[in-house]
């Protein structure tokens, strides 16, 4: 589990680095889990402020209940299989858009639009088009999600210490016509693209940061699967027609 933890973090950052012909950055004993992180990725040992909200981000990534890629970890783990197997299965899951990529394509969205002036026009076009507006909308979360409400904040601050309001103008103009047209609340990717992006992380590693957070998640679920285990195997429902007459080999079509 400690060996999954650590080196989580230490392949993505020296991917990156290798993918970008930079030089690896080897991790520092003297900084955290969140500084090493990003100090590997950069190249530069950030300052605390910034070290605080990516440890939070990390945070707030870590966990929550039986979402898709903890519950293929679960589902992996019951059958006794090892927990490298269960990880990979579940960033297997992670790595679908409407999980893990989520806030890559807010970071998308956020560069078409380009403006907040052009904001209005996109959404009311992508609504009218019944197309998928990324970062809103929870199954569980039917109001706000509070893991947002944090996001939202650094995503102020971030913003401000950058002097690139645009990105937060335009979240802030989303967010309101949302919740105005459809009554949807931002979730967790919809704030936390922009922070990353904001602290110089590349669009296509934010997937990768969410599962280094939430491998801790992962990691606990398949430790506890593990301490009282049973086979994890739901029954399904028949939705097929009924009473269909047999028909032999030599009469099918």
Known sequence: AMHILSQ????????????????????????????????????????????????????????????????????????????????????????????????????KMLFEIGDTSRVDGYIHMHLAEKRKIMGFGHRVYKTEDPRARHLKEMALRMSERMGQMKWYDMSRRIEQLMLEERKLYPNVDFYSGSVYHLMGISDDLFTPIFAASRASGWIAHVLEQYSNNRLIRPTADYVGPMDQKFVSIEHRS
């Open 8 to 107: 989580t973090a230490t392949i993505i950052a020296f991917d990156d680095r290798i993918r970008r012909e930079s030089d690896l950055i080897q991790p520092d004993p003297e900084l955290s889990f969140a500084a090493n992180f990003l100090y590997m990725l950069t190249g530069k040992v950030p300052d605390e402020e910034v070290v605080r909200f990516f440890d939070i981000c990390m945070i707030l990534h870590a966990d929550h209940e039986f979402n898709a890629s903890t519950f293929a970890a679960r589902v992996i783990s019951a059958t006794l299989s090892d927990m490298y197997s269960a990880i990979t299965g579940a960033i297997g899951a992670l790595k679908g858009p409407l999980h893990g990529g989520a806030n890559e394509q807010v970071m």
